[in-house]
T-cell receptor, first 111, second 115 residues
Framework: DAKTTQPNSMESNEEEPVHLPCNHSTISGTDYIHWYRQLPSQGPEYVIHGLTSNVNNRMASLAIAEDRKSSTLILHRATLRDAAVYYCILRGMGSQGNLIFGKGTKLSVKP | GAVVSQHPSRVICKSGTSVKIECRSLDFQATTMFWYRQFPKQSLMLMATSNEGSKATYEQGVEKDKFLINHASLTLSTLTVTSAHPEDSSFYIC???????????FGPGTRLTVL
């Protein structure tokens, strides 16, 4: 599985946008970019995933670089409940590959 | 999103006993289920992958005789920690996915403490 690199931690103010970066320079053509987040003492929660085009859902937006070597998860208005560890993970489509978690980015949100 | 449940949410047991953790996909048929383990302040580590009706595939370094996985139906997988020891104390998280689906859903986790 191709590797991803994320900052260890980031801080944000409540109600401001947050841009969480992820580098994946060794991504293969069939790898999807998945984002999950984990709140303290809970299982991970699916956030969003994409292949080439930018993606939007009710939780977040995913901006994927044209060369696909990096991506950014965008939380449009951070709330205190968004404080979590965010994981950027590469996985093949369908049944190809497993979700292998790295260290992720710990996001703190200040009121 | 889809719902995955785990039971129990928390268990404390004595060293040497066995503990069974259940994982259920409540609103979809999970052809593949996964078991992860997470130690404090660390990331999730994949222990094994199981397809319904087949034997589980264990990751390197995970003892299959110690961590018994059963995936007998499309909605239920169980993890049994046999002869548990204090070093097995951890947060165990299951996950489920439909065949060919991209999205994987996670349970809330089970906190195991072995005394």
């Amino acid at each position: 599985d191709a590797k991803t690199t994320q900052p260890n931690s980031m801080e944000s103010n409540e109600e401001e946008p947050v841009h969480l970066p992820c580098n994946h320079s060794t991504i293969s053509g069939t790898d999807y970019i998945h984002w999950y987040r984990q709140l303290p003492s809970q299982g991970p929660e699916y956030v969003i995933h994409g292949l080439t085009s930018n993606v939007n859902n009710r939780m977040a937006s995913l901006a994927i670089a044209e060369d696909r070597k990096s991506s950014t998860l965008i939380l449009h208005r951070a709330t205190l409940r968004d404080a979590a560890v965010y994981y950027c993970i590469l996985r093949g489509m369908g049944s190809q590959g497993n979700l292998i978690f790295g260290k992720g980015t710990k996001l703190s949100v200040k009121p | 999103g889809a719902v995955v449940s785990q039971h129990p949410s928390r268990v404390i047991c004595k060293s040497g006993t066995s503990v069974k953790i259940e994982c259920r996909s409540l609103d979809f048929q999970a052809t593949t289920m996964f078991w992860y383990r997470q130690f404090p302040k660390q990331s999730l580590m994949l222990m094994a992958t199981s397809n319904e009706g087949s034997k589980a595939t264990y990751e390197q370094g995970v003892e299959k005789d110690k961590f018994l996985i059963n995936h007998a139906s499309l909605t239920l997988s169980t993890l049994t920690v046999t002869s548990a020891h204090p070093e097995d104390s951890s947060f165990y998280i299951c996950s489920a996915r439909r065949l060919t689906a991209d999205t994987q859903y996670f349970g809330p986790g089970t906190r195991l403490t072995v005394l």
